[in-house]
Structures are given as C-alpha cells and as structure tokens.
C-alpha cells in the first residue's frame, strides 16, 4: 500500500464531492447550440484554462533568506540586471493567494526538496514547521527531493503520514504534528525488499470535470548525493522510464492530461530568472540532466516542473513527438514561483499542446514589499519562540560577510574557513591530521555581517550557524594515500562530477591549479599540488579530514570513500561553532578567507 496523507483537505473533499456530480463533456457539447463556438473557460465551454502554480527546493526558508541567498536576479529593458530582495513564507502566501484570485480551476505543485539543509527555526525541529507551512499554503501535491530522505524513509513517513518524532518526541504538550495534507509522490523510489514504491506514485486533481494527474519522481542519483543510511533499504529508478510506466496507467484510467514533478533541473544560459532560454530556438538557452529528460519523457506528459540546481527557467523542450512542451523551475527558497496555463479539452481530456495553445508559463518574483501572510507570521512566532533559547545564542564574530552558497567562485570563503574550522577539530583529535575538506553541496547559505535580529552586527549566532551546517554530519578523520588524494581531487571534475565540477573547499597549506580550458581529469593540474609547500608524494599516506557524508564516497568521490583507519570526531556544526569561538572576539574578529588556494585558468 501506497503511503496517504493522514486526512484530506476541507477543500480538497469539497472539490472530490463536487466532481461527482458533473455531467460528461459529451452531454455539455450536446447541449450547446448547433453552430455555437464553446468559449474558453465558460460554464459548459470545450476549453478551460487550468491554472499551475509551482515552486521547487523551498528548504525549510521560512524566514526570508538572508544575504545573496535571499535575492534573484532581474534582466532590465537597458540591458543592465538589478537584484531584488525575495522570499520568505509570508511573502509566498501572499504572491500564491493573490495569483489564485480569479481561478477557479488552480492547482498548486511543487518538485521537492521542500524540506531538508533547512535554517535551524525548521530543522530544529525535523522541519514540523515547513510541512505545516506548506498545509497552510494550500500546497496540493509535491515529488520527493533527495533531501527528503536526509533522516531516511522512516523519517519522511512521518512526515506524511503524522506523529511525534521517535527520539525529541513532540515539541509542546498536548500538541501532536499531524503531518502532511498534501502526497508526497515517490514513482521511481521503491523498497529493496517489496519492490513497490515506498509512497504514491502518482495522484489525479479533480475538479468540475477537469482531471489533471501528477507524477513525481527525483533524480536517479539520489544515492550519491545523501547519507547512505538515509537511502537504506530503497531503490532510485531511471526517471524517464519511469515517469513513461505511470503516464500509460494514468492514460489506461482515462487520465490524459499529465504533469511530471521532477527533482531534477538544468542550467540557462543567464542567471535572471526573467531570462529568455528559447530566445535562439526552443530550449537553446538550457543545459544539463533535464534537457534530455524532457526529450525523452513520453509525449502523454504535458509538462514538466522541475528543481534540484536551485535555477529560474521556464523553457519550451519539444517531446519526442516535436511538439512543443513546458520545463519550469521556480529558483529555490521561495524567492519565485511559476505561473503555468495548461488548456484543457474537455471533449479529449487533455491538454491542448499546439502552436496556438501550447502551454505558457511565466515565473514570478515573490516581493518582500507586498504585505506579509498573517497566519504565516503567526507560525513563524510560534515555532521561533521554541527556538529562541538555541538560536540566539552568538558563537562568534566576522568582520565582513563571509560568501558561501552566494559565492561566485568555485573556491568560497566561507567553504575555506569551514574547512579550517574540521582541520581544527581533526587535529585535537589526532595530531597527524593534515588537511581538510569540505563539499561545497554541504554550504547551505552565506555568513552575513549585518544582524538579522538583536545580535548586533558582526555576531554570529547559533541559528545562523545552523543554517550554514544543517545535516547533523560528523567530522571524520581517514587515511589516503598521496595517490588517493590526487585522484579525489581529480573526481572534482570528472566522472560523475564531469558535466558539473564539485569543487572541494580546502584548508589552508592545501593549494593546486584548476585549469578549467582542459577537460575531465586533467583539469587538475597534478604538478601544482602542494601540501604546506611540499609536492605530494603518491606512495605517503596523509591523514585527511571530512565530513561523514564524504567519507562515504558521497557526490562522486569514491577515492575518499577508500579510506583507511577511521576516526569519527564530533558533529560539523559543533566543530565549526567552536572554531569561531576559540579563534574570534568582538574587538578581533575573523576576517573572511581569501579563498585563493585554488588557483582557477578560465
């Protein structure tokens, strides 16, 4: 059995009741004057309009991100480009319940990751207050992330199906977490064991007659990109295949208007959400995994809504068939959402896909100059109040802010000083402990010098830590040989990492050259490698520091999953946290790190 929401919404029930009652599309046609043009949209028209609102790798933001985490990028009639402040819960409920006004027919979607690397206000609390947020925001249906199954599949049952968690059980007396209104769809994750998906995977909107199904799949690769324990026991599928297997059974129900939630994404060609990526041709102005998705995916699906990159688009990929199809990803953190018309036929079921009425779609800034949501601000007290004694308390001090998801560079500042702060930690551990470092996927925001609360600028809290650190993963110590290292560093940019370079962050004394003008391995270039000054020699062995999700062979680097004589230290946050503690103080704070000790040929 499929994993369901504990309860269907009031408005859901009410829109399943309301169906029952509908007359067929034939007897609507049949009733119509002879001659007469059925309208667009009216009572009893051939052709209504079908309004998808989607948005994509939400994170658990519920407070406006801070920083360049928390701004997108506008293209300008003049050519010049303008950033704007955007996101936050209260400002996404008040864009999504506006954009609803006047629409009847609107379903809103999203492509996972909306929980996950979340600031600490969620992730404190196992992200209770996203998913309650996103029950509030009317969120009808979404696909798992690979960030869902950061706790693993036990963990992401809960979160659908309710109750308190196992271990910090529930967070106020008398108060018990219902979990999600909304499926989860899982099409392409099932059990070792059973070989059935391990939550549903498909689910059909209903409403007056309209019949819109959903299938949600992540990417194939989600074992690669999260702990092994938070995949234990599952199985990821190929994406397209699977999403074909699901678009035949919806077909065979009756089912032909078909949306595919896909946690995968691309990258266009400009980094402007308001970016043209079919200005050359269809699709032209889009790289990376989802181009061939969307050429491959079965032309019963009508469009695809996409996320994982963290990237605004929405670019027409033609099916296999040629015919011109929707692919849209909405950024990440709620900074924009994406307006979808999909026409609906009422006589055929499905959606109009011509050049006269193909799909359209449009992604939208959510402002922080509209009025806030009033339940949102009244959640967000609620939970911050929870919070507060944790996520106030400062543990260091930064002079500047320290760019980290923000950064623009493969080498960020803040991912050599988190680097640092684990060589730190490693050596009062181990006194051979020789480097460190740290996967750039691991920095989940920026360090911002200005003070987001009462802290005063330049102090770092506790939360704000978190948000930077938020998977609970070990700093691990392991031995590699001089050889192993190389080739770790060589992974960075080829084999899995070849189409898109995971560049590690490295502590200090670590430094090489990146020559980004080669290709694949020999990027790196081996003879620039040097340890505190030293070449490195291939039959040494250095003790290496890391994070437990790399030590285990994590985004590609199966060299450091080879590693020998493991020691397990304590939990990154903490190791970091204590790092700008012992090495900071109001009257001499940490200066950010110039993250030149990887010297990049473009």
């Not at 995994?289 to 032309?299: L, Q």
């Not at 430094?511 to 039959?539: C, E, Q």
């Amino acid at each position: 059995m499929y994993a369901q929401t504990k309860r269907p919404r009031r408005r859901l029930r009410a829109v399943l009741a309301g169906a029952a009652t509908i007359v067929t599309a034939g007897a609507l046609m049949a009733a119509l004057p002879a001659g007469a043009a059925p309208q667009k949209g009216a009572a009893g028209g051939r052709y209504q309009d079908v309004q998808l609102l989607s948005f994509n790798d939400f994170h658990g933001n519920l407070e406006p991100p801070a920083g360049s985490s928390g701004q997108v990028t506008e293209d300008q009639a003049d050519g010049t480009t303008k950033k704007i402040d955007a996101g936050g819960v209260e400002y996404l409920a008040s864009s999504l319940r506006k954009a609803r006004q006047g629409h009847p027919y609107s379903v809103t979607a999203a492509a996972g990751d909306l929980i996950g690397a979340s600031p600490l206000l969620s992730g404190l609390f196992h992200d209770e207050p996203t998913v309650e947020a996103m029950n509030k925001l009317d969120l009808d249906v979404t696909s798992v992330g690979n960030h869902e199954f950061d706790e693993g599949s036990g963990e992401l049952a809960r979160l659908q199906n309710g109750g308190c968690h196992p271990k910090d059980g529930c967070y106020e007396d008398g108060r018990t977490f219902e979990g999600a209104d909304y499926p989860y769809l899982a099409a392409n994750v099932t059990d070792e064991k059973t070989g059935k998906p391990v939550l549903a995977p498909y689910w059909v909107w209903k409403h007056k007659g309209v019949k819109v199904g959903f299938i949600g799949v992540t990417l194939e690769g989600t074992p690669d990109i999260v702990s092994a324990e938070g995949v234990k026991g599952l199985k990821f599928h190929d994406e397209i295949e699977t999403v074909d297997k699901y678009a035949k059974i919806l077909d065979k129900q009756g089912v032909k208007s078909i949306v595919a939630l896909v946690h995968e994404g691309g990258a266009p060609a400009s980094a402007s959400y308001n970016y043209d990526c079919d200005a050359g041709g269809a699709g032209s102005g889009i790289s990376g995994p989802i181009v061939d998705i969307a050429k491959g995916v079965t032309s019963k699906v009508d469009a695809l809504v996409t996320g994982h990159t963290h990237n605004a688009y929405a670019c027409t990929i033609p099916d296999p068939a040629g015919k011109p199809r929707m692919v849209t990803s909405a950024s990440s953190f709620g900074k924009l959402y994406t307006d979808t018309t999909l026409t609906y036929d009422r006589a055929t079921k499905d959606v109009v896909r011509t050049s006269v009425k193909s799909p359209t779609s449009e992604n939208h800034v959510v402002t922080r100059t509209q009025a806030k949501a009033a339940d949102m601000t009244a959640l967000i007290g609620q939970w911050n109040k929870l919070a507060a004694p944790v996520a106030n308390q400062p543990v260091g001090f930064i002079s500047a802010d320290v760019p980290g998801r923000g950064a623009t560079t493969p080498e960020a500042p803040l991912g050599d000083l988190i680097a640092d702060a684990q060589l730190e930690h490693a050596k009062s551990l181990d006194p051979k402990a020789a480097l460190a470092l740290m996967n750039p996927g691991g920095i989940r925001s920026d360090l911002v010098f200005k003070a987001s609360g009462s802290e005063g600028d330049g102090v770092v809290t506790y939360g704000e830590g978190f948000a930077v650190q938020p998977f609970s993963n070990t700093v691990n110590l392991v031995d590699l040989t001089g050889e192993q290292l190389v080739t770790a560093l060589k992974q960075q940019v080829s084999g899995a990492n070849a189409a898109s370079p995971k560049i590690l962050q490295p502590s200090a004394g670590l430094a090489y050259t990146l020559d980004m003008t080669k290709a694949g391995a020999d990027r790196v270039v081996t003879d620039s490698i040097r340890l505190n000054g030293a070449a490195i020699d291939p039959a040494a062995t250095y003790r290496v520091a890391m994070n437990s999700f790399l030590a285990g062979g994590g985004d590609g680097f199966a060299a450091l999953g080879a590693g020998k004589n493991p020691l397990v230290g304590s939990d990154d946050l903490k190791a970091f946290n204590d790092y700008l503690t012992a090495n900071s103080s109001a009257s001499n704070p940490i200066e950010p790190p110039k993250a030149d000790r990887i010297t990049i040929v473009k």
